[in-house]
């Protein structure tokens, strides 16, 4: 049975950092895209990172591009969005998720390529 646990969100204050987490069981780790994407109250979902956990290949959305970094954990089936900086526009419903529809040099930022989804980690951040 396939799992992905997200956590990690909490309310901040705008210029600090958190780091999300998301653990995943049930599938071969090694060879998916695992990505997070948020989705703010009235906007549509929208991918924030990706990272393909056979080369270690990123892609970020231009947003937080020098804020954000994606990293994996094969040995224990875990990948992370380290958040600096956070803005209140950053404030959403962050979810990560992975797909098996990724190769060498293809990053899937369209959700609805994603198979499998967490159940979301809140992020607030005040001004």
């Known amino acids: 049975q396939v799992q992905l646990v997200d956590s990690g969100g909490n309310s901040v204050q705008a210029g600090q950092s958190l780091r999300l987490s998301c653990t995943a069981s049930g599938f071969s780790f090694g060879n998916y895209c695992m990505g997070w994407f948020r989705q703010a109250p009235g906007k549509e979902r929208q991918a924030v990172a990706t990272i393909y956990t056979a080369d270690g290949t990123t892609y970020y959305a231009d947003s937080v591009k020098d804020r954000f970094t994606i990293s994996q954990d094969n040995a224990n089936n875990a990948v992370y969005l380290q958040m600096n900086n956070v803005q209140p526009e950053d404030t959403a419903m962050y979810y990560c998720?992975?797909?098996?529809?990724?190769?060498?040099?293809?990053?899937?930022?369209?959700?609805?390529?994603?198979?499998?989804w967490g159940r979301g980690t809140q992020v607030t951040v005040s001004s």
């Open positions: 998720a992975a797909s098996d529809n990724c190769w060498v040099g293809y990053l899937p930022a369209d959700d609805q390529e994603y198979n499998y």
